[in-house]
């Protein structure tokens, strides 16, 4: 009889399992058998394999070639390189990979920005002053009137604040009379709706002057006032007649009272020094021409406008005997000036008188020297906010042949400097002279000394 087969005895837990071999590599082990290292590691060389199939499978180029090569994705990091206790991502110790300049960052972290070259930033210092720029794409129903004030604006065809203000009105007033009231609508309540584009885009194309918003605001308290029962095209008349009335009353009328004011200031044998050009300053010069006073002028003018130019060719074609220089040599000339005249971009309650820049240069060394300086403006220049510098607020002129040499030896285009990587162009286009510096403001109200500029308003019975 043959004896039975003996069945194998388990211990309580199971089968006994082989003991792992532990110089076996990882992949060839189960995750039971490796350490907590071990497994980590694991998983972070399976990450990476995924993430370089995806690179090498993602199509770069056309027909799905890539233009580079996929980046190396980083070694894992072995356990001995972890600090105890710590569950550190790789990542942060991953080397950067060469030629991308940036440097891997931990998840949950915000990435940290890339800059550019150290010299491309500009001068970020002046960023926020208005920047000459053409204009852009027109934004809801433009009128062609518009579209082409505003190109004039953006290149500097039109300039001064006069100029520019019934440019402006002249403009609006062509808007109003093809503007027509829609169905349910009143001509009082619409038309502010219809203006509202076109200032905008005005103002996209070169920063609104102080004499463009008194005269719009009164425009549209204009507006405001119109009887809803008068007939559309009476209402337009109406408002285009007190477009004329403002334009009459506020500068025309305005420039001739302060013209027969300041010409009373001008003596024989005075030598008289104005900056740039100022169109109320020159009717004042062209007036005591006219009224046989002899004297000469001394015009100082400055980059990048010079606009002190076309003031010397209108003087001396009036037969008036100027002397033309250049800001720098003002302190040549101050020593034989009787007067100084300058005008206003606008004037604040403070006192403190924006013009173009140097303005204040020349207030303030005649003021050293002693010399009266007055200042021309009109009442509806002013603002009755508080201005302290010309920093705050400002604008860059048009870049140009800045660094022109004399004798010409270049073709005037190739002068032309544009901002360049290592180089930015700056021209601020307004300065702020101090009250200090100023003796007078002559205004069509009467001549007002400049710590007293705040009662304007009165003197205007509050209207601007």
Known sequence: MAPAPSLPVHPPNGPTQA?????????????????????????????????????????????????????????????????????????LKAPSTPGTGRQAHARGAPPVAESGPPNARGLRIFSHFGLPKPVSVAKGDIHPTIL?????????????????????????????????TPPNN?????????????????????????????????????????????????????LCQKIDNYIRDRIIIADQVIEETATRKIKDGDVILTFARSSVVQKVILGAMEEGRQFSVIVVDSRPMLEGKRLLSVLSSAGIQCTYVLLPALGSVISEVSLVLLGAHSIHANGAVYSRAGTALAAMMAKRHSVP??????????????????????????????????????????????NQINLEILNPLYDLTPPTSITAVVTEVGVIPPNSISSIPVALGRLL
């Open 19 to 91: 003991p792992a071999d532990a110089s076996a590599p990882p992949q060839q082990r189960s995750q039971k058998q490796m350490t907590k290292a071990e497994r980590r590691e694991l998983q972070e060389a399976q990450r990476a394999a995924k993430a370089a199939a995806k690179a090498n499978a993602a199509p770069n180029g056309a027909g799905g070639q890539s233009k580079q090569p996929p980046k190396a994705a980083p070694p894992p990091l072995t356990a001995a390189a972890r600090k105890p206790g710590k569950l550190a991502d790789p990542v």
């Open 373 to 418: 300086v007055i200042v021309c403006c009109e009442t509806y220049k002013y603002s009755d906010t508080v201005q302290l510098d010309s920093f705050t607020k400002n604008e860059l002129a048009p870049t140009t042949d800045n660094f022109s040499s004399f004798p010409l030896v270049k073709s005037r285009d190739a002068l032309l400097i544009q």
């Open 186 to 238: 009143t001509l009082s309540r619409h038309l502010m709706t219809h203006l509202n584009p076109q200032i905008s885009h005005l103002v996209a194309a070169r920063p609104m002057s102080v004499t463009m918003g008194n005269a719009i605001r009164q425009l549209k308290l204009e507006i405001s006032r119109m009887d809803i029962d008068l007939p559309e095209q009476d209402a337009k008349d109406a």
């Open 148 to 180: 082409r004030l505003a190109l004039q604006f953006s290149n500097f065809k039109i300039t001064g604040a006069n100029a520019r203000c019934i440019a402006t009105l002249n403009a609006f007033k062509t808007v109003i009379q093809e503007y027509v």
